[in-house]
């Protein structure tokens, strides 16, 4: 179904309405003819066709289409590399013959030519040109009220903190992922799939990479791996629940809290001894 409006800087399914040596031409709708030059045209079009394309501006500021697929369209946010910093701002490659610029003013720390930087898109108001800011709390909704705990969402890494990392979830809000739940390595710019692992009464949201809740799988795994363990040292590990979460991460690669649940489920299962310097096999 072909929408009412053409939306720029968006995919839009547009009619061809004419064809020119140089390319053929789109319903602009609300706009005028949008030109889809010939190189991405498909060779055998004709008019009444109904093509799927981006439409964005060209250097002159005029509306055009493409058929090929950026790396990000308005609205949402994305973790592009600077191609060239001159003295107007920074310009991104987001998979376009036009690269995005993300002017000075919209940068939240200076960039620099090869670094890689999570940017919103936007149409500005004043000029009509698609650009990019790397400030994001300006684009971020604040509001929770459509997430649940344990809810599977998108995440998109975007700042490193003492607590942890902070994310974009599902292009919209933003959630922390503490330190001790990123098992696995992650970078700023990644996408990972990750969950929901808490509401705050302040509306700030808590983030996991692993589902919440008690995961009997990856918990007979790590008690193996302590059995294990406490078979290679001889019978005896110097660790218990009162061990530092950094020693249980370095040894084990999990958290604390998993750790001492396992501890737990062994210790019921009379299969090791629990001492004030570590743990023993039965």
Same mark, same amino acid.
């Given at each position: 179904?072909?929408?009412?409006?053409?939306?720029?800087?968006?995919?839009?399914?547009?009619?061809?309405?004419?064809?020119?040596?140089?390319?053929?031409?789109?319903?602009?709708?609300?706009? #005028?003819?949008?030109?889809?030059?010939?190189?991405?045209?498909?060779?055998?079009?004709?008019?009444?066709? =109904?093509?799927?394309?981006?439409?964005?501006?060209?250097?002159?500021?005029?509306?055009?289409?493409?058929?090929?697929?950026?790396?990000?369209?308005?609205?949402?946010?994305?973790?592009?590399?600077?191609? =060239?910093?001159?003295?107007?701002?920074?310009?991104? #490659?987001?998979?376009?013959?036009?690269?995005?610029?993300?002017?000075?003013?919209?940068?939240?720390?200076?960039?620099?030519?090869?670094?890689?930087?999570?940017?919103?898109?936007?149409?500005?108001?004043?000029?009509?040109?698609?650009?990019?800011?790397?400030?994001?709390?300006?684009?971020?909704?604040?509001?929770?009220?459509?997430?649940?705990?344990?809810?599977?969402?998108?995440?998109?890494?975007?700042?490193?903190?003492?607590?942890?990392?902070?994310?974009?979830?599902?292009?919209?809000?933003?959630?922390?992922?503490?330190?001790? =739940?990123?098992?696995?390595?992650?970078?700023?710019? #990644?996408?990972?799939?990750?969950?929901?692992?808490?509401?705050?009464?302040?509306?700030?949201?808590?983030?996991?990479?692993?589902?919440?809740?008690?995961?009997?799988?990856?918990?007979?795994?790590?008690?193996?791996?302590?059995?294990?363990?406490?078979?290679?040292?001889?019978?005896?590990?110097?660790?218990? #629940?009162?061990?530092?979460?950094? =020693?249980?991460?370095?040894?084990?690669?999990?958290?604390?809290?998993?750790?001492?649940?396992?501890?737990?489920?062994?210790?019921?299962?009379?299969?090791?001894?629990?001492?004030?310097?570590?743990?023993?096999?039965?």
């Amino acid at each position: 179904m072909l929408e009412k409006y053409v939306k720029v800087g968006q995919k839009n399914r547009l009619k061809v309405v004419d064809k020119a040596g140089f390319g053929v031409f789109l319903d602009g709708r609300q706009f #005028d003819e949008i030109l889809l030059p010939k190189r991405h045209a498909p060779a055998d079009c004709t008019v009444g066709d =109904e093509l799927d394309v981006f439409v964005y501006l060209d250097s002159d500021e005029h509306l055009i289409a493409t058929t090929e697929t950026p790396l990000a369209c308005v609205g949402e946010f994305a973790s592009l590399k600077v191609k =060239e910093v001159n003295q107007v701002g920074a310009f991104l #490659d987001w998979n376009l013959g036009k690269d995005l610029l993300v002017p000075f003013r919209e940068q939240k720390a200076p960039m620099r030519e090869g670094g890689r930087y999570v940017v919103y898109l936007y149409q500005d108001e004043a000029t009509r040109r698609i650009v990019g800011s790397s400030r994001l709390h300006k684009f971020i909704d604040r509001s929770a009220d459509e997430y649940r705990n344990s809810q599977p969402v998108s995440l998109l890494i975007y700042e490193k903190t003492d607590l942890g990392y902070m994310a974009i979830i599902n292009n919209k809000h933003e959630g922390l992922l503490f330190r001790e =739940e990123v098992h696995d390595t992650v970078k700023l710019g #990644d996408k990972v799939q990750g969950y929901i692992k808490r509401i705050r009464p302040d509306g700030k949201i808590d983030l996991c990479l692993k589902k919440p809740g008690f995961d009997r799988k990856a918990m007979d795994s790590l008690s193996q791996q302590i059995m294990d363990k406490l078979a290679a040292a001889g019978g005896f590990l110097p660790m218990n #629940d009162k061990t530092d979460p950094a =020693e249980i991460k370095r040894v084990f690669g999990t958290s604390k809290r998993a750790f001492k649940m396992a501890l737990g489920g062994l210790y019921k299962q009379r299969l090791i001894q629990m001492e004030a310097s570590g743990i023993r096999s039965n």
